[in-house]
């Protein structure tokens, strides 16, 4: 649609070893989706280890539970002015040699914020 788009950049939402435990984590797992992607068809490589509101990877939850509900969330709830603002789902694509590399520019349309 129309209308204009904003992003922000929040540095040092994560400290490196977080990023280093959230990565590890993220490249062991074995959940990740193959099926046609709804942007351009190509296989996903993606998994939601957070879907509906409630965790369904109790590894990841390890490593990403806090740095959510005590960064990422406080973070949105003050940028966006929507103290009730919540998580509904959390997303991870890979992005790996001999798979997918890329994914086309999209919106989020389903989303009110969109963290990435």
Request: proline share 7%.
């Amino acid at each position: 649609g129309g209308g204009s788009r904003h992003y922000h950049l929040a540095r040092g939402i994560a400290s490196p070893r977080e990023i280093t435990s959230i990565l590890t984590c993220l490249s062991e797992s074995c959940q990740y989706e193959v099926g046609p992607d709804n942007v351009d068809g190509m296989p996903t490589f993606e998994f939601y280890p957070f879907i509906k509101g409630e965790w369904v990877d109790e590894r990841i939850r390890c490593v990403l539970e806090d740095i959510m509900e005590s960064r990422v969330l406080p973070y949105i709830r003050g940028r966006y002015h929507h103290p009730s603002c919540a998580v509904a789902d959390i997303l991870v694509r890979r992005y790996i040699p001999g798979e997918r590399r890329t994914h086309p520019v999209h919106f989020d349309g389903h989303a009110f914020v969109t963290a990435v």
